[in-house]
């Protein structure tokens, strides 16, 4: 979220910069490379060509290396007020996304740093993802899911998604884990051990990268704590996020990602999918609309 990464603006400097960046810390990590070779899963998002960032750590039970497991997050912003949804609020022309969603993209590579080490003990496949082009429209994930998903969807036991995690007092909203009693159970018991009260929800919306997962019926999780002041603005800098209460939270993602690696059930066994239809016609440029509401379909006079 440093001024030179310019916003993270699909296709800009900054967003190649970021891919290279991450990349970079993911191959250091001894993590393998998930799209044909490559980190980089490369897709356009309007005019622009950018990329999703993949890395692999390999299942390694003969049973259960089959089944995968995401943790993913968008790596994405705004870039400066130039662009549209760049609010300024002083200082800096850049929306810099210290919190939205540098905080969840930071939390991936770390919690991928970490299980690295305990590499060819992980049961179930790892799949690290940094989505591109969420603030346009989940382009990304949409990328992923209905054109190029690395493992099949049905062999997806479960996706964690991490989105705007920096401004904790203690507690983590943990968006439509209520779906699995397993999986609400492993997560509650992880945050506790690092000092985080679980705040669980049956419902997550659709707005971040879990919702086409979601809609394909991956059990999932959205990781969140609230809208901040500077959301979407050019006072989302660094220097806000609660640090003490990140650095917990990310630790709690680490132990909870292991425990659905390890774990003998899947949270398939479980897992409510959302079943409900399209009933609203929100606009999209309304920041988490559909926070409140049951996961549905979009059709095309909701927005998205």
């Not at 980089?40 to 390694?60: D, F, I, R, Y």
């Not at 099949?152 to 909203?173: E, Q």
Request: net charge neutral.
């Amino acid at each position: 979220s440093a001024d030179d990464y310019g916003g993270r603006y699909p296709g800009s400097a900054g967003d190649k910069k970021l891919q290279a960046f991450a990349s970079a810390v993911l191959s250091a990590a001894g993590l393998a490379p998930a799209a044909g070779g490559s980190f980089l899963q490369p897709l356009s998002c309007g005019n622009a060509q950018t990329a999703n960032v993949a890395a692999v750590l390999p299942g390694t039970d003969a049973t259960l290396k089959d089944e995968v497991v995401i943790l993913g997050a968008h790596h994405d912003h705004l870039g400066s007020t130039s662009n549209p949804g760049c609010q300024n609020q002083g200082g800096s022309a850049i929306c810099n996304g210290a919190d939205d969603n540098g905080t969840g993209t930071i939390a991936v590579l770390t919690v991928a740093r970490a299980l690295a080490k305990l590499k060819g003990q992980n049961r179930r496949t790892l799949l690290f993802l940094l989505f591109a082009g969420e603030e346009q429209g989940l382009k990304g994930s949409l990328h992923y899911v209905e054109q190029a998903p690395l493992y099949p969807l049905a062999k997806t036991a479960y996706m964690v998604n991490l989105d705007m995690i920096g401004y904790s007092n203690g507690k983590l909203d943990a968006l439509g884990i209520s779906r699995s009693a397993l999986a609400q159970g492993w997560a509650t018991s992880a945050a506790s051990q690092h000092g985080i009260t679980l705040s669980p929800t049956s419902s997550a919306g659709g707005g971040s990268d879990h919702y086409h997962f979601a809609l394909s019926g991956v059990p999932y999780v959205f990781f969140h704590t609230g809208i901040p002041p500077c959301f979407h603005t050019t006072c989302d800098t660094v220097e806000k996020i609660h640090a003490k209460q990140y650095t917990q939270i990310t630790q709690a993602v680490a132990r909870f990602l292991w425990t659905l690696a390890q774990a003998n059930q899947s949270p398939r066994s479980d897992f409510k999918a959302p079943t409900s239809a399209c009933s609203a016609a929100p606009a999209w440029s309304s920041p988490f609309v559909f926070q409140t509401s049951v996961d549905h379909k979009l059709a095309s006079p909701c927005g998205l």
